[in-house]
Nanobody
Framework: VQLVESGGGLVQAGGSLRLSCAAS????????MGWHRQAPGKLRELVAT???????KYADSVKGRFTISRDNAENTVYLQMNSLQPEDTAVYYC????????????????WGQGTQVTVSS
């Protein structure tokens, strides 16, 4: 199983970016997909997550600015980030909790390699 992210980059404060993450491999079912981030010297934190049933959860710091969406048919998750601020600067990691074809009952966590988001003031 692989999670491949794209869409990071450098943007000025107030700007927007859209992150994408596609999961591929011997996937049977994806329970949840989402995004975490880690800024220098800080712990990794949840940004947003979405379940297969359509539920979503956001960090308080991004509510109203970020929107998570999923394309279940394509095993892809997106993060639309608007009104970006310098404090949003971090490496953003895609996360998925899924089961594989050979072990459909067992859900495990998978992570992407991370994509850098830098917001200049």
């Amino acid at each position: 199983v692989q999670l491949v992210e794209s869409g990071g980059g450098l943007v000025q404060a107030g700007g927007s970016l859209r992150l994408s993450c596609a999961a591929s491999g011997s996937i049977f079912s994806i329970n949840a997909m989402g995004w975490h981030r880690q800024a220098p010297g800080k712990l990794r934190e949840l940004v947003a997550t979405g379940t297969s049933g359509g539920g979503t959860k956001y960090a308080d710091s991004v509510k109203g600015r970020f929107t998570i969406s999923r394309d279940n048919a394509e095993n892809t998750v997106y993060l639309q980030m608007n009104s970006l601020q310098p404090e949003d600067t971090a490496v953003y990691y895609c996360h998925a909790r899924l089961s594989e074809v050979l072990a459909t009952w067992e859900y495990n966590d998978y992570w992407g390699q991370g994509t850098q988001v830098t917001v200049s003031s």
